[in-house]
């Protein structure tokens, strides 16, 4: 599967950012999602929740990889399974303060052809959650786009990928 990635540095820890997003209060930091709810486990290893779109569309998903509070990584389906989405966000210890990657794609009979129709929209989505977790995420002085100025975010395409 072709994934989208965006890249960002925050000027937080590693575990500030983990903390943030372990939280599961996805939605202040993700502007494509109204709400998460029916959370069971949290964000652990089988962990699940749902999604809640601001389209309303509603997409379970189940954590399926943890990797010592600096990875993680989620599937989802909706629309009968003919939708699905794979998301992974790494965390990385840089210039005192944490670079923040997130990996993004649709797949399934219906996520293919949307990705490539939407392309334009993925990559906004994927960058805005990037940019969210920028501003979102406490201390000192953040890289955001605040007031029309311009994003730390950088664009990144990944090749092709398998995830097991």
Same mark, same amino acid.
């Given at each position: ?12 820890? /590693?575990? =500030?950012? +983990? ?5 599961? !209060?996805?939605?202040? +930091? !993700? /502007?494509?999602? #109204? ?16 999604? &809640?779109?601001?389209?309303? &569309? ?8 943890? !990797? !010592? ?12 399974? $003919? ?9 990385? /210890? ?10 993004? =794609?649709?797949?399934?009979?219906? %996520?293919?052809?949307? *990705? ?10 994927? #960058? @805005? ?7 979102? &995420?406490?201390?000192?002085? *953040? $890289?955001? #786009?605040?007031? @029309? ?6 664009? $990144?395409? &990944? %090749?092709?990928?398998?995830? =097991?």
């Amino acid at each position: 599967m072709k994934m989208i990635a965006k890249s960002g540095w925050i000027d937080a820890s /590693p575990d =500030a950012v +983990w903390r943030r997003i372990a939280a599961l !209060d996805w939605q202040t +930091w !993700d /502007p494509d999602l #109204a709400r998460v709810e029916n959370i069971e486990g949290g964000m652990v290893d089988g962990g699940r929740c749902q999604l &809640v779109m601001n389209n309303g &569309v509603t997409m379970p998903i189940r954590f399926t990889r943890l !990797d !010592d509070a600096r990875r993680v990584e989620w599937t989802g389906t909706c629309w009968g399974g $003919t939708l699905k989405a794979t998301g992974i966000i790494e965390l990385m /210890p840089k210039n005192s303060g944490t670079a923040v990657t997130y990996h993004f =794609a649709l797949h399934g009979l219906m %996520g293919r052809p949307m *990705q490539r129709l939407m392309r334009k929209t993925v990559d906004h989505g994927t #960058a @805005g959650c990037v940019a969210g977790l920028e501003r979102e &995420v406490p201390r000192g002085r *953040q $890289t955001a #786009a605040v007031d @029309g100025q311009a994003s730390s975010v950088q664009n $990144t395409q &990944v %090749g092709t990928t398998r995830l =097991a």
